[in-house]
């Protein structure tokens, strides 16, 4: 009774064994005849991240000079007030 059920649990393992070996084999050769579109899909994520970088110091570029505009426009309203409060002053 014990021999079968070690006769049963061996090759229950050598069955699983040879199944994960088969699996493993077959991802690497998946693996290995797929290398060349991974390499473009790698390739266009690296493009992608050096467009969306250029894209975001734009982005910072434009609005730093947008506020630079604007600290002008305020400026030249304060210096017209202050030019309309002297005025009336007079």
Known sequence: MIVEGIKL??????????????????????????RHVTAREMQAIS???????????LQREQALAGDDADIVVIAAAVAAFEADMTAARR
């Open 9 to 34: 649990m061996v090759v229950g393992m050598t069955t699983v064994l040879l199944f994960l070996i088969l699996m493993i084999l077959l991802i690497q050769l998946i693996a290995h005849l797929t």
């Open 47 to 57: 493009d992608e991240k050096s467009a969306r970088r250029r894209r975001e110091k």
